[in-house]
C-alpha cells in the first residue's frame, strides 16, 4: 500500500475523531466510507471495530456518573422501538 493511502485512512480516522469528540457520534460515519476507498467494506469494518469499541468505552467509563435513571431509559427505549 502506497504512503499516501495511509495518510488517507489516518485522516478518516481523524476527521471520524474530530466529529467523535464534537458531537459524541459519527466517527464510523466518517471513517468507514474513507477506509472502504482503500479495502472492501467488511474489511474498512473490521479495521474500525476495536478504535470505536476503545472510544466508546472511555466515553462511557468519563461519563458513568451523569448517567440517566431507569425512569427515562425505559419510555425512552420503547419508544425508539415503536418508532423504528
Do not use: C
Not at 39 to 44: E, K, N, R, S
Amino acid at each position: 500500500m502506497l504512503d499516501a493511502e495511509y495518510l488517507y485512512i489516518a485522516l478518516g480516522f481523524a476527521v471520524g475523531g474530530i466529529l467523535k469528540g464534537a458531537t459524541g457520534a459519527g466517527a464510523p460515519i466518517v471513517a468507514i466510507p474513507i477506509i472502504a476507498l482503500y479495502f472492501d467494506v467488511p474489511m474498512a469494518i473490521a479495521v474500525f471495530v476495536v478504535p470505536n469499541l476503545v472510544s466508546n468505552s472511555l466515553q462511557i467509563w468519563t461519563h458513568r456518573a451523569t448517567r440517566v435513571p431507569a425512569a427515562f431509559l425505559v419510555p425512552f427505549a420503547g419508544a425508539g422501538v415503536l418508532g423504528a
